[in-house]
């Protein structure tokens, strides 16, 4: 009886020790399986990358829309890093690993950017790669000769471990202003690929109201991987309306305007009197002193008109640069009601020096009476339209930059503005490597539109300007 | 005959400085005013403001305020000349007009 008890329980134990074992296993088992823990080691990523470089690869059209039924491949253990490059980089979600991967995107026919490779975690604990095209916009990356995190102005293309778009983002100074994901493959434009889709919406405070205008557009470039990817990215941009009015009556700021919420403005038949102030024709003017005469004239009954003055560089070529150096394009205004009229030239200049005239703060001066233009293109526009390109040159952008934003660009936006589409400005620049908008190219634009009612391309000297009022 | 090489370079890199092109980054933004400095102007080399819009300019100036038309009208450089700059002998050859302008110290009150 006592040895058939010992037996028992030995047999007991036995049992009860392989059950902790078996216990222990499968705790164990889940832990490998579905590990969520946050960190990632880079001897975690050595060994998923041993196991899977030669699994991963592509043999499906790739990110371009083949018209000609060719297979692009990509094989993952084509691309080349270094281990020792690769870095990690603590987020919220634990960690990931990024390092520099070899070859070179092509964007707007240059070859330009860079490659990153990055290793981490999805939500299940599978780790995955994400492969980074960096592009930085060309035009920063001469200014800053390096790129920062916090100013980065650019494109970030990911793609998934089979080179597939998977998306990306839009930069400027540091902020993300727009999208980019992969072209719908249902879309027939491959070829031309202007496809647009817009939306518009627009928020208000008591005296600033923000209106935000987003657009779709197509686009492509040869990616690291040497095909073609063809994108959809989205720009939004914003316009401020400033009402300025400060509530109550009286100023008479853009009165009429259809977003205004500005004073009431006065019904004067008449401009006030020219003002006499010491310096009043000084080199700068305070756009808001000369576009504020605009609120003297009533909106109803008055007639608006926006004139565009040209400077031709090399009048009657496209050439950006001439005998008249680089050209100018001023802005001109005209309001009549009951026999009164209020003009205003206008232009956009650097306020600098030398070099520095490159990129620089901003300017506006009067360019009444003293431009000798080409070419001219006059608008009629409703008073409400008026009053919003009154209201874009009140408040200037601050920074011109000969190339990214010049009197060209400064005159194009506030008649867009003003719901006026200026001919195409655009040019190219340096073999593709900057589009800019040039006094040249608008300039030849406008004369191609020669005969047209408002179109002047024999040229004159612009109108003189009111000046600041009181 | 090195000697005269090099005169040769110095001579078309002079001509090739002073070609309008450049006059946006090296002309000097040349500056004017009346005696009171009620007028100002300030040309803008190679964007459209030139000495021939300033005298536009103060012309009208004068027109639209007769009693500054009084006394001393004068159209005054405020600027220095500068001989050094070779780049803008091309100016002071042939567009002398705004060098004989006489001078007033933009210093003084």
């Known amino acids: 009886m006592k040895t058939k008890l ?56 790739l990110n371009a829309i083949s018209t000609t039924g060719i297979k692009k491949s990509f094989n993952y253990s084509t691309l080349t890093f270094s281990w020792d490059n690769l870095q990690s980089v603590s987020n919220n979600k634990g960690n990931y690993w990024i390092g520099y991967l070899g070859g070179q995107p092509t964007f707007k026919k240059v070859k330009q950017g860079y490659r990153k490779i990055a290793f981490m975690k999805d939500s299940t604990g599978e780790i995955q790669s994400r492969i980074l095209e960096i592009i930085p916009d060309g035009l920063y990356y001469q200014l800053k000769q390096k790129v920062t995190k916090a100013d980065f102005t650019g494109r970030i293309f990911i793609y998934d471990q089979q080179y597939n778009l998977v998306g990306g983002q839009v930069f400027s100074a540091g902020k993300q202003i727009g999208l980019i994901k992969p072209k719908a493959l249902n879309s027939t434009t491959s070829s031309t690929l202007t496809n647009s889709a817009s939306t518009n919406s627009k928020a208000r405070t008591d005296e600033v109201s923000v209106s935000q205008d987003c657009e779709w557009n197509d686009d492509n470039y040869i990616d690291g991987n040497g095909e073609v990817t063809i994108y959809s990215e989205l720009d939004c941009t914003y316009s401020i309306y400033d009402d300025g009015g400060g509530g109550g009556g009286g100023g ?20 006030p009197a020219m003002s006499n102030l010491p310096g009043q024709d000084s080199p700068s003017i305070d756009p808001k002193a000369f576009m504020i005469c605009f609120g003297s004239l009533p909106d109803i009954g008055s007639t ?58 901003s300017k506006i001066s009067d360019n ?18 008026f009053n919003q390109i009154v209201n874009y040159i009140s408040n200037p952008p601050t920074n011109y930059n000969l190339i990214s934003f010049n009197c060209t660009n400064f005159v194009y936006n506030a008649c867009l503005a003003g719901g006026i589409t200026l001919p195409d400005p655009n040019t190219q620049l340096m073999f593709g490597a900057a589009q800019t908008m040039t006094p040249g190219a608008l300039g030849t634009n406008i004369n191609a539109l020669s005969g047209m009612a408002g179109i002047n391309t024999n040229g004159g000297t612009t109108p003189n300007s009111k000046g600041a009022c009181n | ?33 009346n005696a009171d400095r009620s007028f100002t102007y300030s040309e803008e080399g190679g964007k459209g403001k030139s000495f021939w819009g300033c005298q536009r300019k103060y012309g009208y100036f004068l027109c639209q305020h007769p009693d500054k038309d009084q006394g001393d009208n004068n159209l005054y450089r405020t600027f220095t000349i500068k001989p050094w700059r070779f780049w803008e002998w091309y100016q002071m050859i042939f567009h002398h007009d705004r060098f004989s302008l006489p001078y007033l110290n933009s210093n003084d009150k």
């Open chain 2, 1 to 33: 005959m090195k000697a005269k090489k090099i005169i040769y370079i110095i001579v078309i890199a002079i001509c090739i400085s002073n070609l309008p092109i450049f006059n946006f980054f090296a002309q000097e933004d040349f500056t004017y005013s």
């Open chain 1, 368 to 385: 009444g009476g003293d431009l000798a233009y080409d070419v001219s293109a006059t608008y009629t526009v409703i008073p409400s339209e």
């Open chain 1, 252 to 271: 008479g700021d853009l009165s009429g305007s259809t977003d205004g919420t500005g004073g009431g403005g006065g019904a004067a038949a008449s401009a």
């Open chain 1, 304 to 361: 608006t008109k926006i004139t565009v003055y040209v400077q031709e560089p090399f009048p009657g070529t496209s050439f950006n640069i001439g005998p008249n150096s680089v050209g100018h394009v001023a802005i001109g205004l005209t309001k009549t009601n009951n026999g009164t009229t209020v003009t205003q030239v206008v232009g956009y200049y650097p306020n600098a020096t030398g070099m520095s005239k490159f990129s620089a703060p």
């Open chain 1, 6 to 61: 010992i037996s028992m329980l030995l047999l007991l134990s036995f049992i009860i020790s392989c059950k902790k074992d078996e216990q222990s296993n499968l705790k164990s088992i889940p832990t490998q399986v579905t590990d969520t823990s946050k960190n990632l080691s880079l001897a975690q990523v050595k060994d998923w990358y041993g196991e899977n470089v030669n699994a991963i690869s592509n043999v499906n059209n």
